[in-house]
């Protein structure tokens, strides 16, 4: 219904701006002064402060403030937009598997084994212009998939838990990744644990070269339209909703809710799969992590704000890097910690899930939608 659409749209909203108003106030109390000052003076000073780092907090990332004027921070942007594409792409994974109503919490494990073992052919893999990075991003996509597939099986066939085997994988697959760097990737030469830089043509294709804007962006929008067409105007992509609404229903109309069950998770696995891999290609040229980046987990929250809706997915992976990266400018010229930005997660997420929060527009909306399909039917006129 497009009432029920609408009251998810606004339900977000409010609920953003909820979390930023909570923000300002907890700078506002960072920002109050100590010392002898009388209360209004230090009132009116912490207010002045609070303002100048809620400022920078919300435009830092596309402006900055130079000799008076505010002028357009190319670096910002391009920080958020590369900060923005492995959980866009970590997002429309999870939402795939979250739509089938399977909680796979398996993207960290998935992104991070494939990006090793991708690591090893972005390395000696031969130098081919535009092929070998797609080759690579083939690779890991296949071992995301590989990985997903394990806890899809075991739940396909055992009806074993998906959320304690894809997290207990995660470990795995964490250790596994390290150990293939550390043993036949490692750079010897380098003061930490890093891999031999990859191979000039592995790498991506630069919007531009200064601060490293690699067009790992535009393959992640191109991955969300590509997943909503599959969702949304495939036999495959309705039969993975159907499932997902009700899986008896699916099964006595005819559908092998296991089989399809699975499928979801083998093209969630090799969605993830290719965001580490994306990641490495297009900034740093060589695998760094010595611990899992956190993405997978970002793309939890990315499917819940986009409300598993694939077109969603990316305005809400921009707005989460967008907050971080003001975040992170704020903590660098203010003394706000940037860490208040777990809060504003945490608060937007609670509200959003949150079944109670803003039912009663909700009802409000579905009884005037009913009362105009009554007034359509009996001719505009309602008898009592």
Same mark, same amino acid.
């Given at each position: 219904m497009k009432s029920t659409k609408r009251y998810e749209i606004y339900r977000t909203l409010i609920a953003i701006a909820i979390a930023l108003a909570l923000g300002y106030i907890l700078i506002l109390i960072s920002a109050f002064p100590k010392g002898d000052m009388a209360f209004f003076e230090k009132l009116k000073t912490a207010i002045e402060d609070a303002n100048k780092a809620f400022q920078t907090f919300l435009l830092s990332p596309i402006l900055k403030y130079r000799r008076g004027n505010w002028i357009f921070n190319l670096r910002g942007f391009i920080q958020w937009m590369n900060e923005s594409v492995p959980i866009i792409i970590t997002g429309l994974a999870v939402s795939l598997v979250f739509t089938a109503k399977h909680f796979n919490i398996g993207a960290e494990g998935q992104l991070f084994l494939g990006a090793a073992i991708a690591t090893g052919a972005a390395i000696y893999f031969p130098s081919i212009p535009i092929i070998t990075p797609i080759i690579i991003i083939l690779i890991a996509s296949l071992v995301g998939a590989g990985w997903s597939a394990i806890p899809g099986y075991l739940k396909s066939k055992w009806n074993a838990s998906e959320v304690?085997?894809?997290?207990?994988?995660?470990y795995v697959a964490l250790y596994m990744g390290l150990f293939?760097?550390?043993?036949f990737l490692r750079d010897p030469n380098a003061g930490q644990l890093v891999s031999l830089k990859f191979s000039d043509s592995a790498s991506l294709f630069?919007?531009?070269? !200064?601060? !490293?804007?690699?067009?790992?962006?535009i393959i992640a929008i191109v991955m969300s339209i590509a997943l909503w067409f599959i969702m949304k105007k495939t036999t495959w992509g309705y039969k993975v909703r159907l499932v997902g609404n009700n899986k008896y229903f699916a099964h006595y109309s005819g559908?092998?809710?296991?089989?399809?069950?699975?499928?979801?998770?083998?093209?969630?696995?090799?969605?993830?799969?290719?965001a580490g891999i994306i990641e490495l290609l297009g900034y740093y040229g060589r695998f760094v992590w010595l611990y899992s980046p956190g993405y997978g987990w970002d793309g939890i929250i990315i499917a819940t704000l986009a409300r598993n809706n694939p077109i969603y997915v990316p305005f809400a992976a921009l707005f989460l890097s967008y907050i971080r990266v003001g975040a992170k400018t704020m903590g660098r010229y203010t003394n706000i910690p940037p860490e208040m930005v777990a809060i504003l997660q945490a608060t937007i997420i609670l509200l959003v899930t949150a079944e109670a929060f803003l039912s009663q527009m909700r009802q409000k909306a579905i009884e005037k939608e009913a009362k105009k399909s009554e007034e359509v039917i009996t001719g505009g006129e309602i008898h009592e």
């Open positions: 304690v085997t894809s997290l207990m994988l995660n293939i760097i550390k043993t630069l919007l531009n070269t !200064r601060y !490293r804007w690699h067009s790992g962006i559908i092998n809710t296991q089989k399809t069950f699975f499928q979801a998770h083998l093209l969630s696995g090799a969605i993830a799969g290719t």
